[in-house]
Nanobody, 114 residues
Framework: QVQLVESGGGSVQSGGSLSLSCTGS????????MSWYRQAPGKERELVAG??????TYADSVKGRFTYSRDNAKNTVSLQMNSLKPEDTAVYYC?????????WGQGTQVTVSS
């Protein structure tokens, strides 16, 4: 059974930093496409950063501020978020796509105050 457990998040002032982590189990982590999404109140869920092979894609709104990384040996994917803005406030979700199935983490709240 694929499971994703997220950690990190919280509240920070504008300009601050936070780090999110997601640990996967129940699947071959190195085979999975691992991504971070977010959903702000009243908005659709959107891709923040994702990795396919050696290519990492970022949403335009986070380029230069967020850094995606993964450690296949530790079954972990991380998102370092710097220079946070109030518009980054959202629930952040880890997503794994493996064996033609997608699984979401439980989500973690990030709140940025001005």
């Amino acid at each position: 059974q694929v499971q994703l457990v997220e950690s990190g998040g919280g509240s920070v002032q504008s300009g601050g930093s936070l780090s999110l982590s997601c640990t996967g189990s129940g699947f071959i982590f190195s085979h999975a496409v691992m991504s971070w999404y977010r959903q702000a109140p009243g908005k659709e869920r959107e891709l923040v950063a994702g990795n396919v092979g050696v290519t990492t894609t970022y949403a335009d709104s986070v380029k230069g501020r967020f850094t995606y990384s993964r450690d296949n040996a530790k079954n972990t994917v991380s998102l370092q978020m710097n220079s946070l803005k109030p518009e980054d406030t959202a629930v952040y979700y880890c997503y794994a796509y493996v064996s033609q199935r997608g699984t979401w983490g439980q989500g973690t709240q990030v709140t940025v105050s001005s």
